[in-house]
T-cell receptor
């Protein structure tokens, strides 16, 4: 069965520092997409970054970047120069490219605290 | 403005009283989905729909019904709510599922007494 695991229920980081949130997944598929979503206190789900499994280059969006290790089935999110507005719950998600059953799998989330 | 809307945003009800949470999107998305979010469990998919008149069970469909009579609407129906359905519910939509971004509604906080 396909699963997504976020092993850190909570993390804290000092403002302006760098933090890495981990995500591992289990799949037998070779082609898939991975996502990081952010859920701030407003509860709105916001897409942070997306990675296609067939691309070797790690995705980057401003201060957010991923470390995608396909062989290890690891998809960590690095936040550089952390800001107070980064405080949120972060969810990792997986979608197979040939989505036979159309299900999207989310991890249980990591709550990130930013310390001023 | 492209968006997914849900109503109501907050609802307190009693066990057994049928309720419907509406979801509507204005982006002409084929795929729509309902999730529930519970502490420590993340988001779990309840039902999804690939297009009009096509719906499928997600991971936690028990106690829920959905319908997709129009492309833009995907209501979630609780025929006989129970306290274990107290949760935060999200509707989402996308152009298909393969690699496309899910657009989420603002969430509905449901409490069943």
């Amino acid at each position: 069965a396909q699963t997504v695991t976020q092993s850190q229920p909570e993390m804290s980081v000092q403002e302006a520092e760098t933090v890495t949130l981990s995500c591992t997944y289990d799949t037998s598929e070779s082609d898939y997409y991975l996502f990081w979503y952010k859920q701030p206190p407003s509860r709105q789900m916001i897409l942070v970054i997306r990675q296609e499994a067939y691309k070797q280059q790690n995705a980057t969006e401003n201060r957010f970047s991923v470390n995608f290790q396909k062989a290890a089935k690891s998809f960590s999110l690095k936040i550089s120069d952390s800001q107070l507005g980064d405080a949120a719950m972060y969810f990792c998600a997986y979608i197979p490219l040939k989505n036979r059953d159309d299900k999207i799998i989310f991890g249980k989330g990591t709550r990130l605290h930013i310390l001023p | 403005e492209a968006q997914v809307t849900q109503n109501p945003r907050y609802l307190i009800t009693v066990t057994g009283k049928k309720l419907t949470v509406t979801c509507s999107q204005n982006m002409n998305h084929e795929y729509m989905s309902w999730y529930r979010q519970d502490p420590g469990l993340g988001l779990r998919q309840i039902y999804y729909s690939m297009n009009v008149e096509v719906t499928d069970k997600g991971d936690v469909p028990e106690g829920y019904k959905v319908s997709r009579k129009e492309k833009r609407n995907f209501p979630l129906i609780l025929e006989s709510p129970s306290p274990n359905q107290t949760s935060l519910y999200f509707c989402a939509s996308s152009h298909g599922t393969s690699g496309t971004e899910q657009f989420f509604g603002p969430g509905t906080r449901l409490t069943v007494l």
